[in-house]
């Protein structure tokens, strides 16, 4: 009985977006378990996590960043999780919370900083002048501009080398 309830109160808060999206309810909870995971953690690590998990976890990243509920930090590891999944929905999924006015500033700042790694190899002035269009917001300023600096930095096939977490979550206390 207690299982039921489990499950009933699991569709009507977060089961109907996986099934909408025809997304596994194991694979969501075993890579919902992986993200929750507390301490500091490479960012690496976690997605090496992920990718033993499944094939495909952009879709699951996309939910469990949007899932009410749940921890910003778990939330904010999701979304900086995506840029190694680039896909055009992804991009179209950053681009939608970077600009997303009422969206946690943290959650925006990792957006910028996913979307940057993930994207700015593939075109350049795309991503160059999609982020610039939010230099003008000073909760943005600041991160648009690092992020820029450190994937140009990087160079090609470089903008993926071990951002680490906690460095990013330091410079989100900074603020």
Not at 96 to 110: E, T, V
Not at 116 to 126: C, D, I, L, M, V
Not at 130 to 158: A, Q, Y
């Amino acid at each position: 009985m207690k299982s039921f309830i489990t499950f009933i109160i699991f569709f009507l808060i977060g089961g109907n977006a996986l099934w909408s999206q025809g997304l596994d309810s194991s694979t969501y909870s075993r890579l919902k378990s992986v993200i929750l995971q507390t301490g500091h953690q490479q960012i690496e690590d976690l997605r090496t996590q992920v990718d033993q998990i499944t094939s495909d976890p952009a879709p699951y990243l996309k939910v469990i960043s949007g899932e009410s509920g749940i921890r910003i930090y778990a939330k904010e590891r999701a979304i900086l999780l995506l840029q190694f999944y680039p896909t055009e929905e992804t991009e179209t999924f950053l681009q939608q919370k970077i600009g997303d006015d009422a969206a946690p500033k943290s959650l925006r700042n990792f957006a910028v900083r996913s979307y940057a790694n993930g994207f700015y190899w593939r075109n350049q002035s795309k991503v160059e002048g999609f982020l610039k269009e939010f230099r003008s917001e000073s909760t943005l300023r600041s991160t648009v501009d690092r992020s820029l600096e450190d994937v140009k930095s990087k160079g090609p096939g470089k903008s993926f080398q071990k951002p680490k977490l906690e460095d990013l979550q330091k410079q989100k206390k900074d603020r």
